[in-house]
């Protein structure tokens, strides 16, 4: 004769097979954990984010540097103490940002933390946004034509949103910047004062308004394979 187990569940019943319940009574299946990947799968990207961010400064630096000698050859009317003044204030930012780098990047020890160190380059963009400013009044010829006025103003926060993945690091620099250049029009009575001050504002907005833009491209991006 068969044998028979007495404690088989009956196939043919209508009931359910399977009782996810009991796994999650009984902590067989990790549920908590599983709920937990999604914030750690943010978490991920916000810090490769962040390290995008503090590895493309030395870019950023670089294009500074191009754009501060290109300033003082096309400009350069200030005189040879205003000239240095605003190149010392220029290069100060730009040093504070290599170091900020070599502390929170590309030591492999005693690293800084990536959210520490991206607000520090965004105060230090912010500082140097201001520096590059005070170009307006201290290096800028007397009576500048407007196509030099913007190029000072919108030249260097172009760079910046092209290079650096980071919005808010974007507009510390280019709001104070393109404030200062267009105070400085307006004030020194530049050719077409009104019109320029005006168009340095719209650039600096249509500059933030582009890295904005391209941040949110990058996001979607690294967005779109988790969903898959």
Known sequence: MALTDLNAPDLNSSGPAFDPTTFRDNGAVPYAA?????????????????SQFLACSPLACLALMLAGAATLICAGGGGLKADFAWALLVLIGIVAMTRNYIRGFARSLRRV??????????????????????????????????????????????ACALVLPDEIGVIAFVGPAAMATATAAMLGDWPFDIWVAGTILAAGAAIACLSMLQCAMRARRHLLPSLH
């Not at 160190?117 to 407007?146: E, I, K, Q």
Request: glycine content about 12%.
């Open 113 to 158: 933390p990536l959210q520490e160190a991206a607000s520090d380059l965004r105060v230090l963009l912010l500082y140097t946004g201001a520096a590059w400013g005070a170009g307006a009044f201290l290096v800028m010829p007397g009576l500048p034509v407007p196509a030099l006025a913007f190029a000072f103003a919108a030249g260097p926060g172009l």
């Open 34 to 50: 599983l709920d937990r990947l999604p914030a750690l799968h943010g978490e991920a990207r916000g810090n490769m984010q962040l």
